[in-house]
């Protein structure tokens, strides 16, 4: 079993920044892979970014070039740094960490990009 604690949501006005945090523990060992996706209201949960182990990583279209997906191994974190935001990325922003049996998630944090 892995747990997974977000942090750094929040309110940021439209072409600013933020950065989310996620803490893993637990079952860390079974990880092969961290990520973050992100689910609007009334829209299916979507992937923003991952993080594999091999330290590949791949982005959702609408991210690339503003958002960095990072990992600290040693320390279980993944960050993603965002940049340039966007209303419409007005979202719960969730953690995720890929074991052998499935998809560990965390509560989620929320962002709001609004002036």
């Known amino acids: 079993q892995v747990q997974l604690v977000e942090s750094g949501g929040g309110l940021v006005q439209p072409g600013g920044s933020l950065r989310l945090s996620c803490a893993a523990s637990?079952?860390?060992?079974?990880?092969?892979?961290m990520g973050w996706y992100r689910q609007a209201p009334g829209k299916q949960r979507e992937l923003v970014a991952s993080?594999?182990?091999?330290?590949?990583?791949k982005y959702a279209d609408s991210v690339k070039g503003r958002f960095t997906i990072s990992r600290d191994n040693a320390k279980n974190w993944v960050y993603l740094q965002m940049n340039s935001l966007k209303p419409e990325e007005t979202a719960v922003y969730y953690c995720?960490?890929?074991?052998?049996?499935?998809?560990?998630w965390g509560q989620g944090t929320q962002v709001t990009v609004s002036s």
């Open positions: 637990g079952s860390i060992f079974s990880i092969y892979a």
């Open positions: 993080h594999n182990t091999d330290g590949t990583t």
């Open positions: 995720s960490a890929e074991v052998a049996l499935g998809v560990c």
